[in-house]
């Protein structure tokens, strides 16, 4: 499977030591980080698709807005700016169920 | 007594008090929803082994000492990380634990200080991907150790916008340019208050000399006028703002850029301030916060409050406000006499006169202008959670809605996930101009205050 690049970080990660599933595709990250911190450094900014079908990103990255809604290992509008790493995670962003049942 | 002072909230406000306590060997307990303490200033790098050095040398050494003191009292602090306080009443707090397992806890003495959120300002075009507040994309440099996506244009007013621009670019970030939407000649006017804390002041012409040499534009008088892009950002467009910001729209602006910081300040956090009951009051900025007296008790005199919840004033004297708390929470302990405290107290006072003085300078350049809220356009969405709009929030004045409880009926602004968060500021700023009262009312917080799921009622129902 092929990884998907970190290409926004200051500096390099000192450890790797976590694998997330983002989207169906690994990428790396360290102890600590927060999930925003992983879309971030692979440049993912379009994050989810709200009750209203609009896109949207983080936007306050500290809790507050709720704009950065992901599902995280099936469980749907997570904070990705409140969610520390864990190997194995399961990361899926502009999921929204609301909207996907309208649509069909 | 028994029962241990309780601190919701570790940012500078929060340790600071709880080291104060400890150093009178009163043990605390701390909550912090974070999952390292240090608040929004400094709260540090989430992963190991970054080097700070593109944050500069004397932020740095602040951050270094204050986890050090607070990690030589640690055996005084029973710190809980990511414990989030979601409710609570003037005996109790409801706090969701890293399970999210909800518990009660009974408090004697409490301190609120959980710190403040952005001022969101709604333009054409501000929930694109791209932009974001500037503060949480400082969050992202200083905590996350990212650079944001492509090149960065920072607008809003404040001293935060050219400190964030030289901490983009010693991060290795492209900067394309500051637009300070004051006029120069208002910053000047007001440099002998500023002079109130040199060091800042200094600070401040450093940052100003630092973007100079790495040919990073301030433009003053500028500001925002839309943002533009197929789902994400692309484009932004700018324009000289007068005296009362009404941008000139004959000479628009439009800068290519991939992400837009926004900082036009602050509102402290009021959600668990208001649940307890506590008696507030409204700001020059217009925004709601908890009064306090010069002990930073509330109207509840065993709860008291510090840093941002009593209203902004920088990370320096919320680390004061905490220590002040704290001497009043061990003075109502019987810890320290009366003449113990008050001794105390002046000493604290004293170091946040000169940056009341600073600050209110800082506030009177970065009053925001009045045609700020003419921005957004008749179709630009206001509440994003709820999908309301401008015009929906023009209909709902125009037939006569006077404050922000009628408003939130009329048009369901604040009732999505951020409980209005980010609309508040905005919905405000309008009742107020349209009312010409200056008390519109705020918006109440719900229970609780974030989103819990279900399954965190199961613990405490088997404990009842
Ligand atoms: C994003 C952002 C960036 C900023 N950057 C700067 C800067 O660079 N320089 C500067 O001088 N000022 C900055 N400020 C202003 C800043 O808030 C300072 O005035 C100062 O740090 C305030 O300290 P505090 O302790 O009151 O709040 P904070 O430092 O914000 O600390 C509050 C703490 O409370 C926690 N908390 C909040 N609610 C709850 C809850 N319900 N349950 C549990 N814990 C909770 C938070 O996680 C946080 O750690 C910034 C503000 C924001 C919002
Ligand atoms: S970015 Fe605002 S809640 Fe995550």
Redesign the interface.
């Known amino acids: 499977m092929q990884t998907l690049e970190r290409v926004l970080d200051i500096q390099p990660l000192k450890a790797a030591d976590i694998t997330l599933q983002l989207n169906g595709q690994a990428v790396q990250a360290a102890e600590g980080e927060t999930v925003l911190s992983v879309l971030n450094a692979v440049g993912l900014r379009r994050l989810a698709q709200n009750d209203h079908g609009q896109p949207a990103g983080a936007f306050c990255g500290m809790g507050v807005c709720h704009c950065c809604l992901v599902a995280i290992d099936g469980r749907p509008k997570r904070r990705a700016c409140q969610t520390v790493v864990r190997h194995g995670m399961r990361v899926e962003t502009e999921v929204n169920r609301v909207v996907e049942g309208a649509q069909s | 007594m028994s029962l241990r002072p309780v601190i919701v909230g570790g940012g500078s406000a929060g340790m600071a008090a709880a080291i104060e306590l400890a150093e009178q060997g009163v043990d605390c307990l701390l909550f912090d929803?974070a999952?390292?303490p240090g608040g929004?200033v400094y709260r540090g790098p989430?992963?190991?082994?970054?080097?700070l050095g593109?944050l500069g040398a004397r932020y740095s050494k602040a951050l270094q000492t204050l986890h050090e003191d607070f990690a030589a009292n640690a055996e005084h602090i029973d710190l809980r990380l990511n414990h989030r306080v979601v409710g609570g009443d003037t005996e109790r707090l409801m706090v969701l634990d890293a399970d999210e397992q909800l518990h009660e806890i009974d408090y004697s003495h409490l301190l609120l200080s959980a710190g403040c959120?952005?001022r969101?300002v709604p333009f054409p075009g501000w929930?694109?991907?791209?932009?974001?507040?500037l503060?949480?994309?400082q969050?992202?440099?200083k905590?996350?150790?990212?650079?944001?996506?492509g090149s960065t244009l920072i607008a809003g007013t404040g001293p935060l916008l050219p400190l964030v621009a030289c901490q983009l670019h010693a991060?290795?970030a492209k900067v394309a340019g500051v637009y300070e939407a004051c006029a120069f000649n208002r910053i000047a006017k007001e440099s002998l208050a500023l002079l109130n804390k040199p060091q800042l002041f200094l600070d401040g012409l450093s940052m100003l000399a630092y973007m100079k040499l790495n040919g990073i534009a301030m433009h003053y008088g500028w500001g925002l006028v839309s943002a533009s892009g197929e789902?994400?950002l692309r484009e932004v467009s700018l324009a000289p703002y007068g005296q009362d910001w009404k941008a000139d729209m004959s000479r628009v602006r439009r800068e290519p850029v991939d992400t837009l910081a926004v900082g036009y300040g602050f509102i402290p956090r009021t959600q668990l301030s208001q649940q307890l009951g506590l008696t507030h009051g409204f700001s020059d900025d217009g925004y709601l916060r908890a009064v306090c007296n010069v002990w930073q008790q509330s109207s509840q005199a065993h709860i008291h409050l510090a840093g941002d919840m009593g209203g902004i004033r920088g990370g320096e004297a919320a680390m004061l406000t905490g220590r002040i708390a704290a001497v009043s929470i061990l003075q109502q302990r019987g810890v320290l006499d009366a003449n113990q405290a008050i001794e105390r107290r002046e000493r604290y006072l004293g170091k946040l006169a000169a940056i009341t003085r600073f600050r209110a300078g800082v506030e009177r350049y970065t009053q925001r202008g009045a045609a700020q809220i003419e921005l957004p356009q008749a179709d630009t969405?206001i509440c994003?959670?709820e999908?309301v709009t401008r015009s929906d929030i023009d209909l709902a004045l125009e037939q006569g809605v006077q404050d922000m409880a009628s408003l939130k009926m009329r048009t369901r602004v604040s009732m999505?996930?951020?409980q209005g968060?980010?609309c508040v500021g905005y919905c405000s700023d309008r009742l107020r101009a349209s009312t010409g009262r200056a008390d519109v009312g705020w918006l109440r917080p719900r229970f609780p205050i974030?989103p819990i799921p279900f399954s965190a009622f199961q613990h405490l129902a088997t404990e009842a």
């Open positions: 929803e999952s390292r929004v989430l992963r190991a082994g970054v080097d593109y959120h952005e969101n929930t694109l991907p791209g932009v974001m507040l503060g949480g994309l969050l992202q440099i905590s996350g150790a990212v650079k944001p996506l991060a290795g789902g994400e969405v994003r959670c999908h999505g996930d951020c968060r980010m974030d």
